[in-house]
């Protein structure tokens, strides 16, 4: 099975702040990658889809890119709404494996 | 709009059985594959389990593979989570979750709130 290798596992960093999480797959998956945010006791929320298309609704803020194995998450501008922990998914074939998280705080 | 509200969670005893459902409503349930996600206490995302929209093809994680059995009802519009020979490890909050398209593979944009299961003694 394909592993998702995320990091970094936490990171902490100013209300303005640029943020980068990275995705590594262990075999080339395309561009069959999401990115999800999941607040503290509330359901997982969809951010990203094709590893780099914004979910309607979404704040400009966030993007992603890459392809094949290696993928990141961008937020260009931190801000306080935006605490919570963020996974990347593999949904090229099935197990629809998760990365292990990336929790992400403001200073 | 899209709702999913899971039930049936509950504290049960090792090697005991559990069904959870997923009521669906806002959308034509019988065209979207669906999914069971789970999340133990502190940990992360676990795919647990999906179905194709007809029902025709069903997929398991390792970790429950023998063990649980996914269903869906249409007439009903509700998913359903069949566990048994329950563990300890497979204590966590269940998600239900819905497919962005049905018949190939592809991302959850839709999640319900959750139902807890606590295997312990």
């Known amino acids: 099975d394909i592993q998702m290798t995320q990091s970094p596992s936490s990171l902490s960093a100013s209300v303005g702040d640029r943020v980068t999480i990275t995705c590594r797959a262990s075999q080339g998956i395309s561009n069959n990658l999401a990115w999800y945010q999941q607040k503290p006791g509330k359901a997982p929320k969809l951010l990203i889809y094709?590893?780099?298309t914004l979910q309607s609704g979404v704040p400009s803020r966030f993007s992603g890119s890459g392809s094949g194995t290696d993928f990141t998450l961008t937020i260009s501008s931190l801000q306080p709404e935006d605490v919570g922990t963020y996974y990347c998914q593999k949904y090229n074939s099935v197990p629809l494996t998760f990365g292990g998280g990336t929790k992400v705080e403001v200073k | 709009q899209v709702q999913l509200i899971e039930s049936g969670g509950g504290v049960i005893q090792p090697g005991g059985s559990l069904r959870l459902s997923c009521a669906a409503s806002g959308f034509t349930f019988s065209v979207f594959d669906m999914h069971w996600v789970r999340q133990a206490p502190g940990k992360g995302l676990e795919w647990v389990a999906g179905i194709r929209f007809d029902g025709n093809n069903k997929y398991y994680g390792d970790s429950v593979k023998g063990r649980f059995t996914i269903s869906r009802d249409d007439s009903k519009n509700t998913l359903y989570l069949q566990m048994n020979s329950l563990r300890a490890e497979d204590t966590a909050v269940y998600y239900c979750?819905?497919?962005?398209?049905?018949?190939?593979?592809?991302?959850?944009?839709?999640w319900g709130q959750g139902t807890l299961v606590t295997v312990s003694s």
């Open positions: 979750a819905k497919d962005r398209t049905g018949g190939k593979n592809s991302y959850q944009n839709y």
């Open positions: 094709d590893a780099s």
